[in-house]
């Protein structure tokens, strides 16, 4: 799925659920179970806002919503956990490791190298959990 349509009927926390299960998959599962025992409302609103309201948005692909979730998040310098469940959304939605290699390089430009840096470090963690499949592979959905 590229764009999130609104289905009739459909709440924002329901649609939040469907987009987090196709972009984040299991890490956004585990980020959202996190949260059960210190803010379980927090998980709701994480489901509602980003990802039942922004990532279901038309407009963008998902594709290039999560390279701009990369680039802003490495550009923050300070959301490494963050960073690494959105390369791995990147990847679900068909990125490539090279392609997430220039997006967090791009950065060094504008965020200065020491979070250009973090957020290769934090790919190259994702990375080697997630090799790269073999060309002519579909990526994950």
Known sequence: MTQHHHSVGESRLERGRRALAEIDGEAGEKVLASLA???PDFA???LEFPFGDIYSRPGLDLRAREIATIAALTAMGNAAPQLKVHIEAGLNVGL????ITEIIMQMA?????PAALNGLFAAKEVFARRPAPQQGAAPRR
């Open 37 to 39: 025992d210190i803010a």
């Open 44 to 46: 709701s609103y994480v």
């Open 96 to 99: 490539t490791h090279d392609e």
């Open 109 to 113: 430009v504008y965020a200065g190298f």
